[in-house]
């Protein structure tokens, strides 16, 4: 049976998705609810999976990554094997921040960071070129980013249940 979330619910996973660090008796005065049940709440919505992890998102730039880089990769045959063999090498690589499996005009996408355009070259030419199977790489260097959320819209939550 699937667990149906209410209006505090989704009110409470707004606010861990601003800051999963906020004392529980603080998230508890936001959503109007004692400490206790807020707890539970909480603990519910993390058993029923709706809560992945709880993270600490880094400044780039501060940590020295401040160029990221989206790179298309088409394989030359896409059959489960390889798909599921450049997966598992990609999922290995500390530089490869997301990957996407994609339709349309080239297989993967991948979102990089790196310090600098030599690393990026070194990432090319000791790593990603030496896959076997890869037919075309395409790289595309942000200038600025324009916006990042981490945050998910919610409100269709509550669309579901018709209120």
């Known amino acids: 049976m699937a667990y149906l979330l209410d209006a505090i619910d989704k009110k409470i996973l707004e606010i861990l998705q601003q800051d999963a660090t906020i004392p529980n008796i603080e998230l508890a005065e936001k959503v109007c609810l004692s400490p ?5 709440r909480v603990k519910n919505l993390n058993e029923q999976g709706f809560i992945k992890r709880a993270v600490t998102l880094l400044e780039p730039e501060k940590v020295g990554l401040p160029v990221s ?3 298309q990769v088409t394989l030359n045959h896409q059959v489960k094997k390889e798909l599921q063999d450049f997966e ?7 530089e490869v921040m997301e990957c996407y499996l994609m339709t349309g005009d080239f297989d993967y996408l991948l979102r ?3 310090p600098n355009l030599q690393a990026y070259q070194e990432f090319l030419d000791k790593k990603l070129t030496e896959l076997p199977g890869i037919d075309h790489i395409k790289s595309s260097f942000s200038l600025k980013q324009v916006r990042y959320r981490t945050e998910l819209p919610l409100d269709q939550l509550l669309e579901k249940k018709g209120q």
Not at 36 to 40: A, I, V
Not at 88 to 94: K, L, M, R, T
């Open 112 to 114: 990089v960071v790196v």
């Open 88 to 94: 598992s090498v990609i999922g290995q690589w500390p």
């Open 36 to 40: 206790s049940p807020c707890s539970r």
């Open 69 to 71: 880089v989206f790179i």
